[in-house]
Antibody, heavy 122, light 107 residues
Framework: QVQLQQSGPGLVKPSQTLSLTCAIS??????????WNWIRQSPSRGLEWLGR?????????DYAESVQSRIIINPDTSKNQFSLQLNSVTPEDTAVYYC????????????WGQGTLVTVSS | EIVLTQSPATLSLSPGERATLSCRAS??????LAWYQHKPGQAPRLLIY???KRATDIPARFSGSGSGTDFTLTISSLEPEDFAVYYC?????????FGQGTKLEIK
């Protein structure tokens, strides 16, 4: 059974960087049959897919256009986890952030982290 | 980007009643549509994928139908634990997008 455990601060100041980590158990971040995603939810935007990383003989990254200029999702194979960095945050980035796994079996978000409420405020 | 429109925004029903939730896509998504249940303080849970396939351990009272642009999630007889927000999601066109949700509340 796959489990995703999120960690990271719940409060970030405007213009600073939001950083979250998702630790994986029961699968490998280097798996050739999974993709590792970040999704957020806010009252104004609903559920919004932010980006993903996945390994298919080499590493790939895809990002939503809405955040493409300021997002980085990185795998960490030594710790079997992946991270989210969102730069230059504003109060509009206040949301609950989730990590989630997609597999080539269903191609949908089957496994999710517990969610982290991140508030952008000074 | 494909826009998914869910209706109604809020549905008020009693336990034991039948719930019918709708999701309409701005263009065809074939059958590449999923439904999620989301309760406060919890992660979303995948209920239905590929429009009509139940995910692992999902009770038979949940069913999905539709193809192309019009989809329906039906809960045949509501249990108290079914009151939550429901989202549809498409994976036909990148990026994956979600509907804005239907809140199923107790009447």
């Amino acid at each position: 059974q796959v489990q995703l455990q999120q960690s990271g601060p719940g409060l970030v100041k405007p213009s600073q960087t939001l950083s979250l980590t998702c630790a994986i158990s029961g699968d490998s971040v280097s798996s050739n049959s999974a993709a590792w995603n970040w999704i957020r939810q806010s009252p104004s935007r609903g559920l919004e897919w932010l980006g993903r990383t996945y390994y298919r003989s080499k590493w790939y990254h895809d990002y939503a256009e809405s955040v493409q200029s300021r997002i980085i999702i990185n795998p960490d194979t030594s710790k079997n986890q992946f991270s989210l960095q969102l730069n230059s945050v504003t109060p509009e980035d206040t949301a609950v952030y989730y990590c989630a796994r997609v597999t080539v079996t269903t191609y949908y978000f089957v496994d999710w982290g517990q969610g982290t409420l991140v508030t952008v405020s000074s | 980007e494909i826009v998914l429109t869910q209706s109604p925004a809020t549905l008020s029903l009693s336990p034991g009643e039948r719930a019918t939730l709708s999701c309409r896509a701005s263009q065809s998504v074939s059958n590449y549509l999923a439904w999620y249940q989301h309760k406060p303080g919890q992660a979303p849970r995948l209920l239905i994928y590929d429009a009509s396939k139940r995910a692992t351990d999902i009770p038979a009272r949940f069913s999905g139908s539709g193809s192309g642009t019009d989809f329906t999630l039906t809960i045949s007889s509501l249990e108290p634990e079914d009151f939550a927000v429901y989202y549809c999601q498409q994976r036909t066109n990148w990026p994956d997008t979600f509907g804005q949700g239907t809140k199923l509340e107790i009447k």
